[in-house]
């Protein structure tokens, strides 16, 4: 008996220290909230006929209609690609038969991985909230907040403090969050060696980039990058440019053209500080596209864009999913946004 256990043994050992060497890969998933092909298109030209988006080697389509509606909202989509289920519009992390959902972050960090959140509008709005919490309305931000207090988030950076110290509970979850280095500015995220640490921007939404108070979201990566790269572990990590969607509500193509620029600055800043890490898959998408934008015409001149809005609400067009890195090419083809979920699966478990 002793011998046979001695035996396996042996050949067990090595395959596990292999096992242990082997790193999953890294995963960056970058949404930018109510990016379309025109808003890109428009982006595009706009920034003298280039865009990081070209760098990508494998390109697919998604359907991101939900469960009830064929036009999703963002509560509804960021569920599908966190979750990979179909739920009703305004839900976050909770499927139609009212179970709550695990996303890809919970999954990952389960599986040893490091994780990350950086938004530009708060931490608690749907889309960064869709990859940690589970609520029936993505306007129950105080309970989101707490939710975000109790999470398995690593680092965040982005705006929304006030529904965490300034709450109808009168509870101070910035001093509960013991676990979390909040600090107030980059420089000391930077500096912080603990563990979690936590950067809130903004008291409430953050302003456009425009107003040039804002920090650019290609800093807030780098700062997160920094610190998932000393941790020597794998990571993921979910950025949002959360206002080319606000810039479509208000139909006001000067505030999506700023707006995707800023996102589109993060994807160079992910593209240029992954070519040392090679073992990082980036899948670059939308939820959904945002005020039914056209480009109908423009001058060739200087490539300027003239845009036409049909709504002021989301429209159910198919949006783009931009990949590369390891398994890249497991994204290419048509799908629903809830396969986004399932091919990060896939790798976290490879
Ligand atoms: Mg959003
Ligand atoms: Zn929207």
Known sequence: MKRTILLISIFIFPISLFAQEKKQPNIILMIGDGMGLSQITAGMYSNGNKTALEEFTFIGLSKTHSHNSLVTDSAASGTAMASGVKTLNGVIGINIKNQKVKSILEISKERGYQ???????????????????????????????????????????GGGQKHFNNRSDNRNLLKEMKDYDIV????????????????????????????????????????????????????????????????????????VLSEYNDFNDAIQTVLDYTKNMPN???????????????????????????????????????????????????????????????????????
Do not use: C
Not at 194 to 208: Q, S, V, Y
Not at 300 to 309: A, D, L, Q, S
Not at 311 to 337: L, R
């Open 280 to 350: 990082t898959l980036i899948i670059v998408t939308a939820d959904h596209e945002t005020g039914g934008l056209s480009i109908p015409k423009g001058k060739i001149k200087n490539f300027r864009v003239e845009g036409t809005f049909s709504t002021i609400g989301h429209t159910a067009t198919m949006v783009p999913v931009f990949t590369k890195g390891p398994s890249a090419e497991i994204f290419s083809g048509i799908y629903d946004n809830t396969s986004i979920f399932k091919k990060m699966l896939k790798v976290v478990n490879e």
């Open 184 to 255: 107030s500015s980059l420089s000391r995220f930077d500096k912080s060696e603990a563990a979690k640490i936590g950067l809130f921007t903004n008291r409430d939404e953050p302003n456009r980039i425009s107003d040039g108070t804002r920090i650019p979201l290609k800093d807030a990566v780098s700062s997160v990058l920094n610190q998932l790269d000393q941790d020597k572990k794998p990571f993921f990590l979910m950025v949002e440019g959360s206002q080319i969607d606000w810039g479509g509500h208000a139909n006001e193509m000067s505030y």
């Open 115 to 157: 994780t990350g959140l950086i938004a530009t509008s708060s931490i608690v709005h749907a889309t960064p909230a869709s990859f940690y919490a589970k609520v029936l309305s993505r306007k129950e931000y105080q309970k989101i907040a707490l939710q975000m207090s109790e999470s398995v988030v690593d680092y965040f950076i």
